[in-house]
């Protein structure tokens, strides 16, 4: 595997931090011990934990009024592995990439996957895009894709579909995503009930085109780019869609994509229990789909996801296996180091739901002892992991603290004077 | 039929406002004819139109904390009854009455059942109390009824459940509409699934109770009294479990049940389109559960529902007939006041619905007139219907002006002067 | 004043609509008559109404998803105030243009003065832009504008705001319209306090810089472009800036700026008492700053915010002169007939709110007659107020229907083979 | 002092613990003096943090449809106290009780203050109620209290207030609280503007007999038990109100009381920029005003409401005191347990709080170092200080585990012989 960032520089950046990781893993070892825990299991564990980046994610992102561009972006499918390369080689919890077509359509897909395999990097769900028209392209999208009026419209984001489907297969993804925009922005706009019948036609298509070892992911979302009604807006639909369309079909859960004050955390159990939980979009929110890093507004919200992960994994077995990935927009930050330290935040939650006394909190339920239980939870949120994931970092060739590392390394300096600027405030004038 | 009101007054309060009405019923028809439609026809329409009303409604509702008493409240199911009456005598719009179990448990069934023929009344849907211990009850529902981790209290759930349906068989009810608060206040407290799962065993035992012409309808509930996980707490869950149990089992839409900005036109489309829309209870809300009257913040919403659900029709014939019930919580008016104009104001929307030309909206839908299609609807909204619904109602038998006979009957003061005030605020101090 | 459309095809149009339109109107006339109101009052009442129009929204709209371009957007502000020119002429309802700067700003102010004046088009408020980097500009908004921590950027916002009021002088305008979207995405990011010091500072300068008769509005927002913390984010944030800027500065109340489930009439009510009102911007929305035609979502609500300003014109006189103004985002309609349809509308809602018996609705107040208090404002905004609206056009010379005008004119084709198609969808993969 | 828990239970108690507890506090003091940072400065530090406790806190709480009752619940204000002095011996963090009147109001207030000194416990802001009816009350609020129509109630009202500040001096208290229901159900049920000139006459009448040293906290809440439009919804109106009144008059901050996706740490920060900052009632919710346990939903919220405190405090100095209550509603918690727990997580957000290195948060944001700034307070909030607030309440006199101790004194037990049950459901059907 092919470092992108010196390995020696990270052993040194490592090697600065030694005495106080140990020592504050080590008091951190002490602390578990007398909660009869062992630390070194947890950070085995931790070294497991992995979750996919999005390909789009390495650009900045913007949003209707204005993308102010960062330096040395990506300007293509290559450069974004690259960048996804970094953030691997320093957390070494994201060794899958997910592409979004036709951004990343390569010309030839033989050497992105072997490029891919030079960087260490495997392929995660591919996405398909029909929320927008692209240069040429024969039929709009302007009044939906996959639930359009027009029949050939429906056959072109199907076939998109099924192109995806193909590009994923060379590149040796497993799964589809499909999130489509359709939707009204008025009432009366769409017939609402049409536009599903509309939907599960074309998706029995694509469906249809599904490899033997794949599944399609629905990915609902309650509003934008629609503002009156979705199509595909809340988990109910998504539901009542895969399990119409069959068992290959399931359901991705985007923590953004929900309404105000929805328990996250219950549609994942709900999913679970249904046997139809695809995977996730991981980011963070206050308001709307805002894609902010995740666990950063809300890190017990996220950490709540995972307790029910952790329940679903002890009832399921190794059966259960949801897709993780992240999906964020980077409008203020250097991408690479939000993606690093999302992922980090992601596997904080993940280990610290392996903190919860799982028989202790059964048993505080079957006694009714609300407020023991809700301390049960706490208790392990409240731990600080972060020796945990630093050990865990280290022990697998990663970076001790990734941030630091990656700034030391120089890269973002390096791929600027390579890369030139994207532009950035459109001048169009849409607010 | 007996007429509570006197028969007499009602006829000397038409005639006065009849000269009016017929001048503003004519004005309406000139400008429906110039649209080509016959108002005749409309008012025979409006005429069909029935919706069940709650005996818990018929009393001041309140909040946790305070109940401010109306004069004249009912005592019991007899006087719960008499008030209905009223209200249907003077709307011809509510023939039938939804009882709440064990608040409405009569000690004599047969009688309650005569006296409700004599009244011209007949028994919607009945309802279930699993959210509160009665006197004397053996297991607590503090912790959960149908969910409880206590076998005994589910038992006993589930008896009283079954003893609901014996009741309603005995009164001629075909349905039983479920609304448990179970969940839980804080992360922890309860397994989310094992809850889940523990209702779906319970509700296996009602469902198996049912006679073959009931229903079973899931009331979902977002929260309250349930403040971080309500078992039942979107269309969706309630949608699996309505799947899970069988036919006879769907979903009942509270209009104030969900989360803030859910587009709820688009769950009646959904529940319809795959065939598991129970029926509705109808008020309105702002912020949560408020169980204000029907129309009196949002009336464009429920316009919307009646637009779905007369597309619904069109498709489904005369098998689509879910069913229509208020569920208000009447705190600062008199509630046969807010029981008859709430009534009305769903028939209204039920009209207005009847004047979209659905062959037009299909027409402008498949040419993406988006404006155009969104103004089809909007037309039928701004007409206003009043003179068809006051012209339907006195063609029934009933009053134009519902809420002006019932002040000229002095029917408040009259019970007021036999029934005893109830009491008001706890001096328990919740807040 | 210059004919966009030709004024025989509206005569036309007009005449062949006359007969319906002069039944309809003599129909709602008798009706209103029952009622004691005089129709012809209510129009010429009607014939007074004025919003104006924002330059920006006869382009078509998008997202950060996409945008799905229409046929003939204007090209630059020549063409924008062609495009209100044909909105005015037919709805005579939008006299005044909003302008937005840097997109607005022409090589000759004089110029522009003189070609809206042959337009019979006036300005209102003026608008700054420092939400975007423009090409060449020398400090990035990228971390916030008027509360940046670099000086110079803030001086640079500072100045721009300075020369849009230079700019709205010269255009005949009397006021400024701040909107910054300045805030941060993670907490932490700024000091919440420090950044509201900084924009105080900044707009102490703007407001020196003010005409005498010149008023500032300050718009507040509560999310996006900024997703955990908005500087102006809420009434409470604008109205303390506005009170410790001066009696100059006063608040702007865009319809789609609040959190879910607010009360907007309260908080319209509220600056109207405290002497804050300065304006609108109207608009609709379910989700969040949805840009939507006005009364699309929920018209009711548009009524109760005019049912307001009906009070507080009744309170303060003729000193009360808030500015109305439409703010959308037309994504999939022709922003023509939305700017004019929605025109329409919000001057449905102002007479609407003129049918409102005040002094029979203050009675009911004093008498807690709650139920027949809510009916009274339900009778005005029930009532289909469209004959006056469309009488009140005819007579001050546009057209009895806008729309069927605009397509039978065939203005759209004529402008579309002028003006090239503009760029739709981004490639840079923002989601 | 009086102990109500047998002292030397807790010594046995504290003694169990003391090992590991010493263990846990010297790895964390490893920890932090890595970081710079001396752990005896903070558990001193924390030692003098304070929060008051609600007398009605003690009872169990409900909702609208059912209160299932706890055993052993205090009967009187007196026995609220016994309760209190448990939470503050064992906590040492709540020294002071707010009281409710007419609930507490005392028939003898030397006797009730000195009842008070004995256990050690002074009295916080008292709180007047004019949200519900009294027995025997002549005006009834069911229109208001200090809005209301009636001049009679409004006077009543207001003497109420006073009443409570004769009281509250009496015991020592240095404020009042006030929180009124009053609001409308639906439009039209009053006049929003209307209704405020009222409160603010009403008002201004309580604040006339203010003593010098006392302050008056208006504390907003969007909706319940008005269901449309609240007097005193938003914090605008708030601090409208406050700033109107005077000097003494201050904004008081309860968790739960805002709209869906408020930023209340944003509202802290203006308040105490603004001058208006009183104080808060601390409680968690999901939905609405869940009254849920402080911290138990979203605890990064609360430790980011004590990081613009810390930073409020840095700016205003010893001057910056707002105060600090818990108003809670337990329905399926021990409310002694629930109470101890939340003035421990309130106080954990206060020492967490204290761990943002200031300098260094203010460096990074002067730098636009986003992610950095972000991570600098999260890393403070990640720390897991629970053996610094054991080893302060063990260094106080409390227990190191309060829940535990509680427990083990049989205190609940022992109560709940002497205190008979209260009653649960009521039976009028209220839904």
């Given at each position: 595997m092919k470092s992108v960032i010196d390995a020696g520089l990270v052993q040194d950046q490592n090697a600065k931090l030694d005495a106080n990781l140990q020592a504050d893993y080590d008091a951190l070892g002490g602390v578990l011990s007398r909660?009869?825990?062992?630390?070194?299991?947890?950070?085995?564990?931790?070294?497991?934990?992995?979750?996919?980046?999005?390909?789009?994610?390495?650009?900045?992102?913007?949003?209707?009024?204005?993308?102010?561009?960062?330096?040395?972006?990506?300007?293509?499918?290559?450069?974004?592995?690259?960048?996804?390369?970094?953030?691997?080689?320093?957390?070494?919890?994201?060794?899958?990439?997910?592409?979004?077509?036709?951004?990343?359509?390569?010309?030839?897909?033989?050497?992105?996957?072997?490029?891919?395999?030079?960087?260490?990097?495997?392929?995660?769900a591919v996405n398909s895009n029909t929320f927008q028209d692209q240069v040429g392209q024969e039929h709009t999208y302007k009044y939906g894709s996959l639930t359009s009026m027009n029949a050939a419209a429906r056959a072109q984001a199907v076939a998109h579909n099924i192109e995806c489907i193909e590009l994923g297969q060379a590149l040796g993804s497993k799964?589809?995503?499909?999130?489509?925009?359709?939707?009204?922005?008025?009432?009366?706009?769409?017939?609402?009930?049409?536009?599903?019948?509309?939907?599960?036609?074309?998706?029995?298509?694509?469906?249809?085109?599904?490899?033997?070892?794949?599944?399609?992911?629905?990915?609902?979302?309650?509003?934008e780019p629609a503002f009156y009604a979705t199509t595909i807006a809340d988990w109910g639909t998504s539901f009542a869609c895969a399990t119409t369309l069959g068992p290959k079909a399931k359901c991705l859960v985007d923590l953004g994509h929900h309404a105000p004050n929805t328990n996250i955390e219950m549609i994942v159990a709900r999913l679970a229990q249904?046997?139809?939980?695809?995977?996730?979009?991981?980011?963070?929110?206050?308001?709307?789909?805002?894609d902010l890093d995740s666990g950063s507004i809300n890190p017990f919200q996220l950490f709540l996801v995972f307790n029910e992960l952790a329940d679903a994994a002890l009832r399921e077995g190794a059966a259960f296996k949801p897709a993780y990935m992240l999906d964020q927009s980077h409008n203020v930050t250097d991408p690479i180091e939000s993606l690093m330290s999302s992922a980090v935040e992601v596997q904080r939650a993940f280990v610290q739901s392996a903190l919860v006394d799982r028989?202790?909190?059964?048993?505080?339920?079957?006694?009714?002892?609300?407020?023991?239980?809700?301390?049960?939870?706490?208790?392990?949120?409240?731990?600080?992991?972060?020796?945990?994931?630093?050990?865990?970092?280290?022990?697998?060739?990663?970076?001790?603290?990734?941030?630091?590392?990656y700034r030391a390394s120089g890269y973002r300096d390096r791929v600027a004077s390579v890369r030139p600027a994207k532009a950035g405030a459109s001048s169009s004038g849409i607010v």
């Open positions: 909660r009869g825990v062992d630390i070194d299991k947890l950070t085995a564990l931790a070294q497991t934990f992995a979750v996919a980046v999005p390909s789009w994610g390495a650009g900045t992102g913007g949003t209707r009024f204005a993308r102010f561009p960062g330096r040395g972006e990506p300007r293509n499918v290559f450069e974004k592995m690259e960048d996804c390369a970094v953030i691997n080689q320093l957390t070494r919890a994201t060794p899958a990439v997910s592409l979004h077509f036709p951004w990343d359509k390569p010309s030839d897909v033989q050497e992105l996957r072997g490029s891919a395999e030079e960087l260490g990097l495997g392929f995660d799964a589809l995503t499909v999130w489509v925009g359709d939707g009204a922005n008025f009432p009366g706009q769409s017939n609402l009930r049409g536009a599903l019948e509309r939907y599960l036609d074309s998706m029995r298509s694509i469906y249809a085109a599904l490899p033997d070892d794949w599944n399609i992911f629905i990915e609902h979302k309650l509003f249904f046997g139809k939980l695809g995977g996730f979009h991981f980011n963070d929110s206050k308001y709307g789909d805002d028989a202790e909190l059964a048993s505080l339920q079957e006694q009714n002892d609300v407020l023991q239980a809700a301390q049960c939870l706490k208790r392990a949120f409240r731990t600080d992991v972060g020796p945990i994931l630093a050990m865990a970092r280290v022990r697998s060739g990663g970076a001790a603290d990734p941030v630091a590392a």
